[in-house]
C-alpha cells in the first residue's frame, strides 16, 4: 500500500545546516568514506555547496506525481530526495516544481532521473542534482511512497538523514550520527589547516604525511638516471 508519512524526525538543523560548510568530500572522508552517492548523480548547474534534512519520495517509471505529494511535506532547510524504482532518464523535474521548493524553503533537490528547463531553474538558483538532462516529459498516473527509506544513487537515505551537495557530488549523513560527523569534519579541517600551512612554506606531501619510510618499506628505490640506464 502506498504511503505518505506526514511526522518524520530530522536531523537537528543547525548540524544539519552547518556540514554544507565542510563540502562533500571532507564529510565523506569524516564518515569512514561512506554514504557517498553515486558520481552518476551531477549538479545541472555549478553552484554553491547546500545540506539539509532529506524529505524522501519513489517514483514509478516515467512518473513525477510523487513529488508534488512530497512537496507539500518539504519544511524549510529540508532537501527534497526523489528515488526511481528502476533506471530513468525523463525529465521528472522542471522549473514550475522548482519554484514550488524555493518557495517552501527547500535547500536543493536529489533526483536520481532525468531534470528539464535547466536555464530557468539556474536563473532562480535552485541547486539540483540529477543522472541526466532530458526534455522527456512525464505523467501522473501511478502512486509511490513518500517519507520512507529509498535508495539514491545507489546509497540508502532515511528520512531525516542529512544530504550535503556540492560540485563534487552527494553525501548522505544518517540522522543519529550528524553530530559526531560533524564534529569529526572539523577536526579533519583543523589537521588540513596545519598541513596547507607547511606546504605553502615549501615542504612536501611526502614529509609532512612522513610517506618516505613506507615507501622505502614497500621498496621504493631513488637512482640516477645513469644508474637507471645501467641497469642497476
Known amino acids: 500500500m502506498p504511503v505518505c508519512v506526514t511526522d518524520i524526525k530530522r536531523a537537528d538543523p543547525d548540524i544539519a545546516a552547518s556540514l554544507a560548510g565542510f563540502g562533500v568530500a571532507t564529510v565523506h572522508e569524516a564518515q569512514a568514506r561512506t554514504g557517498l ?9 555549478s553552484g554553491p555547496a547546500i545540506s539539509g534534512t532529506a524529505v524522501t519520495c519513489t517514483l514509478p517509471p516515467g512518473d513525477n506525481w510523487m513529488i508534488h505529494v512530497a512537496t507539500e511535506q518539504c519544511q524549510p532547510g529540508d532537501v527534497l530526495v ?10 521528472y523535474f522542471g522549473d514550475l516544481i522548482a519554484t514550488i521548493l524555493k518557495a517552501r524553503g527547500v535547500h536543493g533537490l536529489i533526483l536520481d ?40 544513487g545507489d546509497a540508502l537515505v532515511h528520512p531525516g538523514d542529512v544530504i550535503v551537495a556540492d560540485n563534487d557530488g ?14 569529526a ?23 609532512v ?13 631513488y ?10
Not at 526523489?82 to 525529465?91: L, N, P, V
Not at 541547486?127 to 501511478?142: F, L, R
Not at 569534519?185 to 614529509?207: F, K, P, T, W
Not at 604525511?209 to 628505490?221: D, H, I, Y
Request: with cysteine; net charge neutral.
Open 185 to 207: 569534519a572539523q577536526a579533519r579541517v583543523d589537521r588540513e589547516e596545519v598541513n596547507r600551512a607547511r606546504y605553502l612554506s615549501g615542504e612536501l606531501g611526502l614529509d
Open 37 to 45: 552517492m553515486h558520481h552518476r548523480l551531477r549538479p545541472i548547474y
Open 82 to 91: 526523489a528515488a526511481t524504482i528502476s533506471q530513468a532518464h525523463s525529465g
Open 113 to 152: 532521473a532525468g531534470c528539464r528547463d535547466i536555464d530557468d531553474i539556474q536563473a532562480m538558483g535552485f541547486p539540483v542534482w540529477s543522472n541526466a538532462i532530458c526534455a522527456h516529459g512525464t505523467v501522473k498516473e501511478t502512486l509511490g511512497d513518500v517519507n520512507v527509506p529509498v535508495s539514491c
Open 170 to 183: 552527494v553525501v548522505v549523513v544518517p540522522r543519529r550520527t550528524a553530530g559526531t560527523v560533524a564534529k
Open 223 to 232: 637512482m640516477t638516471q645513469a644508474d637507471w640506464e645501467a641497469g642497476s
Open 209 to 221: 604525511n612522513n610517506m618516505r619510510p613506507k615507501l622505502a618499506e614497500r621498496g621504493l628505490t
